[in-house]
């Protein structure tokens, strides 16, 4: 089906863990890879991976959250490489903090990191998809969208709010760009490692089907499958990659945070 070959794709986040993950997964399979995160040193090392690959790569250093830096990121892509189909939203987080400390600035901080940068990125790149034919945006959510852990309420409902924002772009730039999600599970990222220990590991394990945790690889092939024409008459859906977890893996409770 050709995969990715001479498309062009933009990976947030792409310093580390997931979006690295992608990044190179995407590169594998023919497309040239713009990779952007606030930390030049990552996403550099990233674009260099990328280039291992046979394909062409682009660092940019850019804070998703200032709607300028967002906006140079395309005009940089259409400038190295005359197009753009794919978008990957994956800059994202938030850290845990308990209802009764969660105060309007630290809620509204989470959805401008989770939902409005990109809702932002995709409205920006979908002109430029729709000029080369189309195009596929891919948004990193999250498990805690849908399950209950104490102390997530800002980011559990600004990944909330990230899916919801993906089936309705999805109905409205269909036919010709296509708007997935993927909901990710735990995964052994360079963000959750400094909370593991081997006892919160095998913890985290045995609460999940899988009998592991994720790998990033795990997402990044999900992640390719949504941008390739693999899923062509695939939009507007959130897709569960969580080694089948239906109810959170997370034995800490972070709500007194």
């Known amino acids: 089906m050709g995969l990715l ?57 850019c804070d998703v959250t200032e709607r300028a830096q967002l906006e140079h990121v395309v005009a940089e892509t259409l400038r190295e490489f005359g197009r753009l189909d794919v978008v ?4 994202g987080g938030w850290p845990p903090k308990g209802w009764q400390k969660t105060n309007e600035k630290f809620l509204e901080g989470a959805f401008r990191f989770n939902v409005t940068q990109a809702f932002l990125l995709s409205r920006m790149a979908i002109p430029h998809m729709r000029a ?19 102390g997530f309420i800002a980011y559990g409902t600004s990944k909330a709010a990230l899916n919801y924002m993906t089936e309705s772009l999805a109905a409205e730039v ?25 006892d ?22 999900m992640a390719l499958y949504l941008a390739s024409s693999a899923s ?11 080694g089948g977890t239906e109810k959170s893996n997370w034995p800490l409770d972070l709500s007194d945070l």
């Not at 010709?176 to 220990?197: E, H, K, Q």
């Not at 590991?201 to 795990?218: C, F, L, N, V, Y």
């Not at 062509?232 to 969580?242: A, C, H, L, M, N």
């Open 5 to 61: 070959d001479g498309r062009v794709a933009i990976v947030t986040g792409a310093g580390r863990g997931i979006g690295r993950a992608i990044a190179e997964a995407y590169a594998e399979v023919g497309a040239d890879v713009v990779c952007a995160a606030r930390t030049r040193e990552q996403i550099d090392e990233t674009a260099a991976a990328v280039r291992k690959h046979g394909r062409r790569a682009l660092a940019v250093a």
């Open 132 to 150: 080369t034919g189309g195009g596929a945006i891919v948004n990193v959510s999250s498990a805690i969208s849908r399950l209950i852990d104490p």
């Open 88 to 91: 990957v939203n994956n800059a």
């Open 200 to 221: 919160l590991e095998a913890q985290m394990a045995s609460m999940t089907p899988m009998g592991r945790i994720g790998k990033p690889e795990d997402i990044a092939l």
């Open 232 to 242: 062509s008459w695939v939009t507007g859906k959130i897709f569960e990659v969580d």
């Open 174 to 198: 269909a036919p010709d760009v296509r708007v997935n999600a993927i909901a990710v599970g735990a995964v052994d990222t360079s963000a959750l490692r400094p909370f593991l220990n081997e």
